[in-house]
């Protein structure tokens, strides 16, 4: 296992281990869509990043695992009337980076929870949730360079 340096400027993984396997997520949030639009989307913030390199399971170094457990919309603001402007949406969840030689943790697994503000008048929810899964899947990447070391 990797740990320790949390400076990330510059960081990179040993070679090998910057192609990554996106593994179908989980969903134990109790929102259906939730584990088809991070399927489809999270790998889309992952190419955004640059990072790493999406490849098939027998070609990648890393697995990355995710398991979303909470789907949460809160009201945010309210108008004059009282009736609700925005709500705050989070995603929350933990991901896994195992190195697919050893089948072990690659870094200290990370609970994380992404989160946006939804203003249902000008989008749909599935938009707001996309931006959420952004915060998530761009906070796992950043956990993985600040938690290697090599």
């Known amino acids: 296992m990797f740990s ?3 400076y990330t400027f510059g960081v ?5 281990y ?6 179908v997520p989980e ?3 109790g929102y259906p869509l ?3 639009l991070a399927f489809s989307y999270g790998p889309q913030i992952l190419r955004k990043d640059g990072r790493l390199n999406l490849t098939d399971s027998a070609s990648a170094g890393l697995l990355l695992k995710s398991v979303f457990t909470s789907y949460v919309k809160v009201p945010d603001r309210y108008d004059a009337s009282g009736k609700v402007l925005t709500y705050r949406i989070n995603v929350s969840g933990r991901v896994r980076f195992l190195d697919k030689k050893s089948g072990e943790d690659f870094v200290k697994p990370a609970n994380i929870t992404g989160t946006t503000i939804w203003n249902p008048d000008l989008e749909p929810e599935e938009e707001a949730v996309k931006r959420a ?12 360079f600040s938690s290697v070391e090599w």
């Not at 990179?12 to 090998?16: I, N, Q, S, V």
């Not at 910057?18 to 593994?23: G, K, T």
């Open 27 to 29: 969903n134990g949030s």
């Open 12 to 16: 990179r993984l040993p070679k090998g």
């Open 34 to 36: 939730l584990q088809d």
């Open 133 to 144: 899964l952004e915060d998530f899947y761009s906070q796992a990447v950043r956990h993985l």
């Open 4 to 6: 320790g340096c949390v």
């Open 18 to 23: 910057n192609s990554v396997f996106f593994a």
